[in-house]
Structure formats: structure tokens, C-alpha cells
């Protein structure tokens, strides 16, 4: 079979790796009505005054554009959307570094990292952008926009994701250096979408600049049991250098921990506006999970 059938909080297949299409993405324009290569109908992120109607709210939209009486008749968000030309192209930098191998819920932050990367890559292909991944100490990616190109995008993906999970190779930390090497193969208005926990420290200070000529977005990665009271245990990570260790928690540190964790998420999420980065959280973008 194509897709590997074994799944579970850790492990990665391809079939994983594929469900990961978003549903409200419009597809090919039909026979007649196709542009130039590049071309698409707006999702808001160019900008245009050709209104193209009204949609869900996605994370990432401009919260400007809710219309808020669709909104109140429906009773989710809804957001305006707009026509624009766009031959903008998308490179997906992802960080696998030890720290993100890591896991109390749901699943290893490692893989909501890979998995919030696969849904990028397939949202590139269905507004008919190019597109391409940066994986830590791979080639340099090529960037293309054809459904082939995707589906070696999520092997090369996998393939990368086990490899660390086995321990057979170490992934550099030097995520600023991955950021300023696609900096560098991009052009004005193209963008950059970096998928981490955003845990290295110099990082915007090396990255300073990118954004005036580029659009730079962080999907930034979590452990989903920060975002409620962890309970007490033993739960195994890796340190730096890739030996096991095991955190001890108890139940005051455990009921502390979202406390603690919206103070970290509220900085990061400040340093990051303010060097102009648009601010997504990857759990946001992936399927509940029971």
C-alpha cells in the first residue's frame, strides 16, 4: 500500500501526512475561466477591492475583514473575501530540534510541527502557488506548485520525521540560519513560513529585516497540555544533545503551568508583531483531537 496504516501520537505516515488537505480551499478553476500561471481567486491576503464573497474564518485571517451581520446570521465568523492576482510562492522552514520531541498530550510537538507543515504545503497547492520545504540539514528545496511536487514534499517529510524519531541523526538547532538561507531564495512579497516553538533565543535578532520586503509567518508550536493543568506524573523528553530524560511533575506545578504558559505565549507573540511577523498557533490549524 501506498499509505502506512500504523498511526499513534508519535509516528508519522503518509496517509496522516495527506489528511492534512484543508477542506474550504476552492479548487481548479474550471475550463474557460483559468489565468496566467500563478493566478488565483483572493483568500485576503493580497489586496483588492474585487469582492469575491463571504467565507469561514480561518486562523490567520485579517480580523478586520469579519462581516459581522453574515456572522451574526450564521453564527460562526465569517470573513470577506476579495479577487486578487497572486504569483506569490510559500517556503514552509520547519524546526525539528531535540526540544520538540516532546509530548503529554495528544502528540509529540515534533509531530504537530510536521503535520501543521504538511497542511501548509497543501494549502500553497490549492491557491496555485509555488511552493517548497525546508527541512534542518536537507538540500536546498525547489519550489514548485504541481500535486506531484506535494506528495514528495510529505515523503521527504516523513522519511526526515522518522529518521529523527529513531535517533539515527540529530536535527541542527540553527533555525535563524535556515530562516535567513530562505530569505535569500525568495523574492519581494513571497512567503516565509516557519513552523517551531520558537524557543531559540537570538532568533529575531538574526531574522531583523526580513520582514520589510517578505511575509513572514510563524505557526508557532505548543504541548497542548499547556494550555490546561497538567497532571501529576513523570513525562520522558530529550535534551539537547538527544539523551532521554524524564520531567517529575506535581500537582502545584501542574495547576500552574497555563498560568505560566499564556505569560510565555503573550511575549513571544508581542516580540513577534513587533518585528512584523503574522502570529498563528499550529493547534489551531490541525483537527481536534479527542
Not at 513552523?195 to 505548543?222: K, W
Amino acid at each position: 500500500m501506498w499509505f502506512e496504516r500504523r498511526s499513534t501520537a508519535s509516528s508519522l505516515t503518509l496517509e496522516e501526512l495527506a489528511a492534512m488537505r484543508p477542506p474550504y480551499l476552492r479548487g481548479e478553476p474550471p475550463p474557460g475561466r483559468r489565468g496566467p500561471d500563478g493566478e488565483r481567486v483572493g483568500q485576503g491576503r493580497a489586496r483588492s477591492l474585487d469582492f469575491d464573497g463571504i467565507g469561514p474564518y480561518v486562523p490567520g485571517d485579517d480580523v478586520r475583514r469579519i462581516d459581522w451581520r453574515a456572522t451574526a446570521r450564521s453564527g460562526r465568523v465569517q470573513i470577506r473575501q476579495f479577487r486578487a492576482p497572486s504569483h506569490r510562492a510559500r517556503l514552509i522552514v520547519l524546526d525539528l530540534h531535540a526540544g520538540l520531541w516532546f509530548g503529554a498530550r495528544i502528540r509529540l510537538m515534533a509531530k504537530t510541527a510536521a503535520l501543521t507543515a504538511a497542511r501548509l504545503a497543501w494549502e500553497a497547492h490549492g491557491l496555485n502557488e509555488r511552493v517548497g520545504l525546508m527541512l534542518p540539514g536537507a538540500e536546498a528545496p525547489s519550489l514548485r506548485r504541481d500535486r506531484r511536487h506535494i506528495l514528495r514534499l510529505l515523503d521527504q517529510l516523513r522519511r526526515a520525521y522518522l529518521a529523527y524519531e529513531e535517533r539515527r541523526a540529530l536535527p541542527p538547532g540553527d533555525l535563524a540560519g535556515m530562516v535567513e538561507a530562505a530569505g535569500a531564495m525568495l523574492g519581494p512579497g513571497d512567503e516565509i513560513c516557519v513552523v517551531s516553538d520558537f524557543a531559540e533565543p537570538p532568533f529575531l535578532e538574526r531574522t531583523a529585516g526580513l520582514a520589510e520586503l517578505r511575509v513572514m509567518r510563524a505557526f508557532v508550536v505548543e504541548e497542548a497540555a499547556l494550555r490546561h493543568p497538567l497532571p501529576a506524573g513523570r513525562y520522558p523528553s530529550l535534551g539537547a544533545a538527544g539523551a532521554r530524560e524524564v520531567f517529575v511533575i506535581n500537582r502545584r506545578r501542574g495547576a500552574a503551568g497555563p498560568v505560566e504558559a499564556e505569560r510565555a505565549r503573550a511575549e513571544r507573540r508581542r516580540a513577534l508583531w513587533d518585528k512584523g511577523w503574522e502570529v498563528v498557533d499550529a493547534l489551531d490549524l490541525l483537527p481536534a483531537v479527542p
